[in-house]
């Protein structure tokens, strides 16, 4: 099975509105954390937000939240205000306390910004 | 400043020929990672390396070897064994979960870019 699954290869969103990209994960690990990153065109990966199992809150950083639904094993970004620099690809992540080290990915999503 | 570095960020190579690609951190993190990556996919684990002269196969190690000779350094080498080498290849680093806490990612270098000819 796999560990993060995004279902939306590609989203379109209008410039200043927001938009949500979506993740679920898969971990029978009570211990875990969570990830986004952004790859630009150029290729370099961005860390965007982090939300750890045991948090109570949804993390947040400036534009970027992270909707964090424990029971329904999902953790979807949420872009506010979208700005024409935010088209990239997003990928959410996983690491578990268990396998301790290891990253587990998904596919990504493109996120167009239409002016 | 700290960071990841991956030399080159373009290579080229002949069908048939091995081909190291650098990848140095000065983090101080002992884990360190490499990923492939295709167009228009995610990525994919080929190797990663908890600490020195250790290391475990992801994946997709099939075609490629590893050394973890020192901290700062996790070069990966793409043999000729490898079917299609052709793709971006990202290398990356993080601390120890146990010690991550709530700031906890991994760090990653720009990439190269190998295409074989």
């Known amino acids: 099975a796999q560990k993060i699954t995004q279902t939306q290869p590609g989203m379109f969103v209008q410039e200043k509105e927001a938009v949500t990209l979506d993740c679920t994960y898969d971990t029978s690990d009570p211990s875990y954390g969570l990830f986004w990153y952004k790859q630009p065109s150029s290729g370099e990966m961005i860390f965007l937000i982090y939300?750890?199992?045991?948090?109570?809150q949804n993390a947040t950083e400036g534009r970027y939240s992270l909707n964090f639904q424990k029971a329904r094993k999902s953790a979807n970004l949420v872009i506010s205000a979208s700005q024409l620099g935010d088209s990239a690809m997003y990928f959410c992540?996983?690491?578990?306390?268990?396998?301790?080290?290891?990253?587990?990915f998904g596919t990504g999503t493109s996120l167009t910004v239409i002016p | 400043d700290g960071g990841i570095t991956q030399s080159p960020k373009y290579l080229f190579r002949k069908e048939g020929q091995n081909v190291t690609l650098s990848c140095e951190q000065n983090l101080n993190h002992d884990a360190m990672y490499w990923y492939r990556q295709d167009p228009g996919q995610g990525l994919r684990l080929i190797y990663y390396s908890q600490i020195v002269n250790d290391f475990q196969k992801g994946d997709i190690a099939e075609g490629y070897s590893v050394s973890r000779e020192k901290k700062e350094s996790f070069p990966l080498t793409v043999t000729s064994a490898q079917k299609n080498p052709t793709a971006f290849y990202l290398c990356a680093s993080s601390i120890p979960w146990r010690l991550a806490g709530e700031r906890d990612t991994q760090y990653f270098g720009p990439g190269t870019r190998l295409t074989v000819l």
């Open positions: 939300q750890g199992s045991y948090d109570q």
């Open positions: 992540a996983m690491r578990e306390g268990i396998t301790g080290n290891q990253f587990y």
